[in-house]
């Protein structure tokens, strides 16, 4: 017969009655993987700002594909040469750290200011993305001399 005893350091232990020596205390790794807690991002302008009527659609997808966090929002005007957030995204589901690296990606979707003649708008930036998972771990990105135009609005990066 075995018995199973979790304790809250995340390690399991596993005491044996039936396999000499009896009593025996095991240490055995746990199967639960750390979950996404937090996922933020941070952007820092270039020489070319983000109007504030433009707005930024941010997916992280795990290695499925499937959304795990995300934010549709304006942020507002990112001025030239400023750093803008962190802000934070919603945790749509608490993945597995497994499922997010290696495989997982983040996908930055623009939808630029269209009041200008032609509509020749763009955002020349740097991005941080940082994930927390539940046992502290921390999974982080950093894309420098990003440009985002009405012809190229969509950037994409895995983990």
Same mark, same amino acid.
């Given at each position: 017969?075995?018995?199973?005893?979790? =304790?809250?350091?995340?390690?399991? =232990?596993?005491?044996?009655? /039936? /396999?000499?020596?009896?009593?025996?205390?095991?240490?055995?790794?746990?199967?639960?993987?750390?979950?996404?807690?937090?996922? @933020?991002?941070?952007? *820092?302008?270039?020489?070319?700002? @983000?109007? @504030?009527?433009?707005?930024?659609?941010?997916?992280?997808?795990?290695?499925?594909?499937?959304?795990?966090?995300? /934010?549709?929002?304006?942020?507002?005007?990112?001025?030239?040469?400023?750093?803008?957030?962190?802000?934070?995204? *919603?945790?749509?589901?608490?993945?597995?750290?497994?499922?997010?690296?290696?495989?997982?990606?983040?996908?930055?979707? $623009?939808?630029? $200011?269209?009041?200008?003649?032609?509509?020749?708008?763009? $955002? !020349?930036?740097?991005?941080?993305?940082?994930?927390?998972?539940?046992?502290?771990? !921390?999974?982080?990105?950093?894309?420098?001399?990003?440009?985002?135009? /009405?012809?190229?609005?969509?950037?994409?990066?895995?983990?």
């Amino acid at each position: 017969m075995i018995q199973v005893t979790f =304790y809250s350091d995340s390690q399991s =232990y596993i005491r044996s009655s /039936a /396999a000499p020596p009896f009593g025996v205390l095991l240490n055995r790794e746990s199967t639960d993987m750390p979950t996404l807690t937090s996922a @933020k991002i941070t952007f *820092q302008t270039g020489d070319d700002d @983000k109007r @504030k009527e433009s707005s930024l659609d941010i997916s992280v997808r795990d290695s499925s594909d499937q959304i795990i966090a995300k /934010a549709v929002d304006s942020f507002g005007l990112f001025d030239n040469n400023t750093v803008n957030g962190p802000f934070d995204l *919603q945790v749509l589901n608490q993945a597995d750290i497994s499922t997010v690296k290696p495989g997982g990606s983040v996908v930055l979707s $623009w939808t630029p $200011w269209s009041g200008g003649l032609g509509n020749t708008d763009e $955002w !020349h930036f740097s991005m941080g993305l940082v994930l927390a998972f539940s046992d502290g771990e !921390h999974v982080a990105i950093q894309e420098d001399g990003l440009r985002l135009t /009405a012809g190229q609005p969509t950037l994409s990066f895995g983990l």
